[in-house]
């Protein structure tokens, strides 16, 4: 028999065990942090994956958007947060991968302050106009930027992200010159896109597809290999005489490094759920995504996306190197 004295005396050993204090987990709101302005496909791809995973969960998930720095400042407030399951970074291939190679010394973060829960989806990237430029194909932009060098502006959700490393691929291996206009997410660029004070942008495909259906944009190509089933009407970079220019924008969950592996895990399957979840998967592919098929496991795990991330941050560490891009 335990008498009351006993009972006292190891209630803090029992609250100061993980698995005991984790068991009830969540038993209240998760934040989950985007480095980027709403309307964008960071901000609409975190808002179906709260809504999804707060049903699973069986508690709100509340989208923060936080941005500036190419989601850098969004990355250091879920690094430097209590690791204790409750504040999550909706990671890009931008925040978790480009920035590393892009901003190096003067990158708040490393890679090892984040830990991997799960990759959600991948979506293409679209290259387009504004409707006034005189171009209908990515052949003729490229004739057009040749003919009339450094008339160009494109533009960016933001100097860093994997847009803006595209428009530099793009440059890159077109040979054309075009100045980058950086924005602070996706919403303020495609505005003076389609008020026509920036004529060449891109995007990816959720947050730009309203406006490229309804004729506000025009599109030229994709970035990936295959058409998307989305817009099918669209070509490829390749089928326009560009293969080299191909990418293809992801989006996933990462947590402060030292939250519980019993958390992570438990999140991991979770988002894992959702992906495999048919109205939700509807929902993004609807938008443009395409399955995270990346990686013997998906990458919806937490070691297969760890395993992602890193190949990714050498494979864009590399490209940052090639094209020479830089941000102040």
Request: hydrophobic share 45%; charged share 20%.
């Amino acid at each position: 028999m335990l008498n009351r004295r006993t009972l006292l005396a190891a209630t803090p050993a029992l609250l100061a065990t993980p698995a005991l204090a984790q068991a009830g987990f969540p038993n209240k709101s998760i934040r989950l942090v985007v480095g980027f302005t709403p309307a964008g496909t960071t901000d609409i791809a975190a808002r179906i994956l709260a809504q999804a995973l707060g049903q699973r969960l069986g508690q709100q998930v509340i989208v923060e958007n936080r941005p500036g720095a190419g989601s850098n400042i969004a990355n250091e407030v879920v690094a430097k947060a209590d690791p204790d399951g409750y504040t999550l970074l909706m990671a890009t291939i931008s925040s978790a991968a480009i920035n590393y190679g892009l901003y190096g010394a003067r990158m708040p973060i490393k890679p090892e302050d984040l830990a991997a829960v799960g990759l959600l989806l991948r979506v293409p990237n679209v290259i387009f106009v504004t409707n006034n430029l005189p171009v209908r194909s990515l052949r003729e932009l490229v004739a057009y930027a040749k003919a009339n060098p450094g008339k160009l502006n494109n533009g960016s959700s933001g100097s860093g992200t994997s847009l803006h490393m595209t428009g530099e691929l793009l440059k890159n291996v077109a040979g054309i010159e075009m100045t980058h206009v950086p924005f602070r997410g996706s919403g303020p660029m495609l505005q003076e896109v389609i008020a026509g004070r920036i004529e060449v942008a891109v995007d990816n495909l959720p947050s730009v597809i309203g406006h490229l259906k309804e004729g506000r944009l025009r599109a030229l190509a994709m970035t990936t290999a295959t058409r998307s089933p989305a817009m099918p009407n669209i070509p490829t970079t390749a089928e326009e005489g560009l293969p080299g220019v191909e990418a293809t924008a992801w989006f996933g969950v990462q947590a402060p490094a030292r939250t519980p592996r019993e958390i992570v895990d438990r999140l991991g399957r979770e988002i894992d759920a959702v992906v495999k979840d048919p109205a939700t998967w509807a929902r993004l592919e609807e938008l443009g995504g395409m399955k995270p098929d990346v990686g013997p496991d998906h990458g919806t795990t937490p070691a297969g996306f760890e395993t992602f991330i890193k190949a990714e941050i050498a494979k864009w560490g590399e490209v940052v190197r090639k094209s020479g891009a830089t941000v102040d």
